[in-house]
């Protein structure tokens, strides 16, 4: 499969990134930008560091100063952007991360002028990478910087009415970068905060940093069980959260509507798979809700051409342009949700309010990165006259695969944009009925599959 993917590039450390590899992606990216500067942070991955000299060699070669800022969670990569840094803005920034992959993965997360660098952009990158010499190596121009210093100050700042408040929180970083400024921030606003697996380790010993996967979570519900009122559980790169209370665990979805609670009418911006409750909420009260395409790039571009105030994805990325840059970063999104437990609301009793909905998580379904999308396609062409036994249409919504509406609920079925998997989710207010529309909606894909 291609480093070159939808949102981000990707590969296995030394089989696809190595020094070959990414220098050009450096040298072609320089290409790319307009300006002199990139500002550049690693994960906690070991071979991270050695990425890194391997992109300086291609900006450099490309014309480009690198502003270094070391070991930083994804957030913290994209705030730098926003900044000035001793009279230099960045043109663009990179994030070397494997994100929650496993270990020996690693890759790039791109911003070219304070929008995300993917789909096309990415791939037509790969096609030049593939053509181009190897760039000879030049001056070495790199500038250090301290965007983490300056991050938690900032944080600290926005959020000093937090100092002191007397919920026990509890935390796992999975060994992944969030820990780096976490630590910091809990302890200048005093908070009681104790964490698990905070020092950054990029083999992972404890667990997988994918908090959107329950078999991650059982230690941290051990601690919050005999020593929390909240946790929280961070991914690889610190751009996503799981928020745990004593009674649920709070999706992406959900977060966004107690976030909004606290908004004037927000715009909201949420992906596919969303909860119908978060739409239909949102619009009761008075909220704009926009469906979109799943994927942190996607969002941005939907959220940017909306002048939404808040975005979510259900796997926990949370963007924020309510006093905030609109990027998606778990740290910031633990700070607003300190501030809402702060201001009183009781999460639990909220979610008690809303109607009861009986939702599959994401189920994955093999297939190849050749008929994923070919599969997609005659899904929607069965879909044009389904069998008489097929559960009642309402409506079909096709901005990112295919969302069916029934009377009592929906299913989706979507290509992964960053694997060979279909993906399908389910949810109605009748168990019954969701396991109905899960048994059709797979035997549409069999037959989808039997006709290609």
Known sequence: ?????????????????????????????????????????????????????????????????????????????????????????PN??????????????????????????????????GRECDEMPFPPKGKREVIKIDAKGRYIDFLVKEFAHLEGMDTKIVYDCGNGVAGVALVDIFARLKLDAKGIYVDPDGEF????????????????????????????????DGDRIAVLTHKNNIKGDMMALLFSM?????????????????????????????????????????????????ACEVSGHIFFKDRYFGYDDAIYATLRMLELIQDGIDLDAELAKLPQTFSTEEIKIETTEKQKFKIIDKVKELLKNPKASFP??????????????FTNGWGLVRASNTTPVLVTRF??????????????????????????
């Open 92 to 125: 663009a920034s990179i994030m070397i991360t494997g994100s929650h992959n496993p270990s020996e993965y690693n890759g790039f997360k791109i911003t070219v002028d304070k929008a995300p660098f993917f789909a096309e952009d990415i791939y037509a990158l």
């Open 205 to 236: 010993p404890n667990h997988h940093p994918d908090p959107s996967d329950e078999h991650n979570l059982q230690d941290i519900k051990k601690l919050l069980a005999s020593d929390g009122d909240i946790a929280f559980a961070y991914d690889g």
């Open 392 to 405: 009642t249409i309402r409506d079909i919504i096709e901005v990112d695969g295919v969302r069916i509406n």
């Open 1 to 89: 499969m291609s480093i070159y993917r939808e949102y981000d590039i990707r590969g296995i450390y030394e089989k696809e990134l190595n020094e070959q590899s990414v220098v050009r992606i450096g040298f072609g990216l320089a290409s790319k930008i307009d300006g002199e500067y990139v500002a550049v942070g690693y994960d906690a991955r070991s071979h991270s560091p050695i990425l890194f000299e391997y992109l300086v060699h291609g900006l450099n070669a490309g014309g480009k100063k690198v502003l270094d800022m070391g070991l930083v969670p994804t957030p913290i990569n994209y705030f730098a952007n926003y900044q000035e840094w001793d009279g230099i803005t």
């Open 427 to 452: 949810e109605s207010t009748s168990k019954e009925d969701a396991k109905l529309y899960e048994r059709a909606i797979n035997d549409l894909i069999l037959e989808a599959k039997e006709l290609l």
């Open 262 to 310: 606290k908004m004037k009418n927000p715009t909201v911006v949420g992906e596919v798979k969303c909860s119908q409750v978060m739409y239909d909420e949102l619009e009761r009260r008075g909220a704009k809700a926009i469906m979109y395409k799943t994927g942190h790039s996607n969002i941005k571009v939907k959220m940017k051409e909306s002048n939404a105030d808040l």
